[in-house]
T-cell receptor
């Protein structure tokens, strides 16, 4: 499969805790993106990290990228119930613009 | 709003019927994509349109699936003689890409159920 691997498949935490999701991929990349999906519907773009970047922040989100290990992580700090969703990493397929998605992590944040 | 829109939101059909799914991309975006999300296969690419170029149809699962994009804007994904395994959420995305790997913005999806 061309899909990357994400772990954990599911994560359950309490509000205020941090959530870390990991993504691994198999081929070289120019950038990697993270998306959120609520209730199995539309995907919301969260953050794009380029291959020459090691870390990127956006609000409570922190993404790291280790190209030597072909892995990325998404950290959500001080989680809220509204963060409950599925989170996907995605990379472009070769030189094309089609995205290859990981299997996703289902995050549940309990009040 | 100015985001990607899709219609219908939900579609229930009987096996063997044809369905049409519509996507309105963000105004000015030249690239349009269709993806499918099903329980067994996760998120998978179906087809990609870029301007007036021939579409990349490499992800279409069978010849029952087709898509067109009229006037470089609205796109319709057609599934003929639907089968139960076609049940999935069909997602459309657009980007301003012209060969660059730019962010894709997704619509809310159409949930298709084939009985």
């Amino acid at each position: 499969s061309q899909q990357g691997e994400e772990d954990p498949q599911a994560l359950s935490i309490q509000e205020g805790e941090n959530a870390t999701m990991n993504c691994s991929y198999k081929t070289s990349i120019n950038n990697l993106q993270w998306y959120r999906q609520n209730s199995g519907r539309g995907l919301v773009h969260l953050i794009l990290i380029r291959s020459n970047e090691r870390e990127k922040h956006s609000g409570r989100l922190r993404v790291t990228l280790d190209t030597s290990k072909k892995s990325s992580s998404l950290l959500i700090t001080a989680s809220r119930a509204a963060d409950t969703a599925s989170y996907f990493c995605a990379r472009f397929s070769g030189g094309y613009n089609k995205l290859i998605f990981g299997a996703g992590t289902r995050l549940a944040v309990h009040p | 709003g100015a985001g990607v829109s899709q219609s219908p939101s939900n579609k229930v059909t009987e096996k063997g019927k044809d369905v049409e799914l519509r996507c309105d991309p963000i105004s000015g975006h030249t690239a349009l994509y269709w993806y499918r999300q099903s329980l067994g296969q996760g998120l998978e690419f179906l087809i990609y349109f870029q301007g007036n170029s021939a579409p990349d149809k490499s992800g279409l699962p069978s010849d029952r699936f087709s898509a067109e994009r009229t006037g470089g804007s609205v796109s319709t994904l057609t599934i003929q003689r639907t089968q139960q395994e076609d049940s999935a959420v069909y997602l459309c995305a657009s980007s301003s890409s012209r060969g660059q790997q730019e962010t894709q913005y997704f619509g809310p999806g159409t949930r298709l159920l084939v009985l």
